[in-house]
C-alpha cells in the first residue's frame, strides 16, 4: 500500500510541476505581448503627435493660402498669375556643368580650400 502511495504522490507531483511549467511559460509569453504592445503604444502616441502638429500647420490661414498659391496657381483679386517656363532644350546651368572643363585638381582645391 505504501508503494501505491509512493507512485500517486509522484504522479500528482510531476502533473503539478507540469502545469507550473505551463503556467510559467504563460506568464513569459504573456509578458513579451506586453513589452511589445507598449511598444507599439509609445510608436503611435508619437506619430500621434506628429499628426496633430500637421493637422494644427494644415489648418492654418497662412498654410491654405500657400496651398492655393503655389500648388493650385490661384490668385487674389486684383493679382496676375505669371508662369516663367524653360524653352524646349535649353538646359539649365549647374555647378557641376560650370567646373566639367576644369582640371581635377582644381576641383579638389575648390572642396578643400574653398577657393
Do not use: C
Request: proline letters at 2%; zero cysteines; glycine letters at 6%.
Amino acid at each position: 500500500m505504501s508503494r501505491w502511495k509512493s507512485y500517486l504522490i509522484l504522479v500528482v507531483e510531476m502533473v503539478v510541476v507540469v502545469s507550473l511549467g505551463k503556467s510559467l511559460i504563460g506568464v513569459l509569453r504573456t509578458r513579451d505581448k506586453i513589452k511589445d504592445l507598449e511598444a507599439r503604444k509609445a510608436k503611435l502616441e508619437e506619430e500621434g503627435k506628429i499628426l496633430s502638429h500637421r493637422l494644427e500647420k494644415v489648418q492654418r490661414k497662412d498654410y491654405l493660402e500657400f496651398v492655393a498659391r503655389e500648388k493650385l496657381n490661384l490668385t487674389k483679386p486684383g493679382e496676375t498669375l505669371v508662369i516663367v517656363s524653360q524653352k524646349v532644350g535649353e538646359k539649365k546651368m549647374t555647378k557641376n556643368d560650370k567646373e566639367e572643363g576644369l582640371p581635377n585638381w582644381k576641383k579638389w582645391r575648390r572642396v578643400i580650400l574653398g577657393f
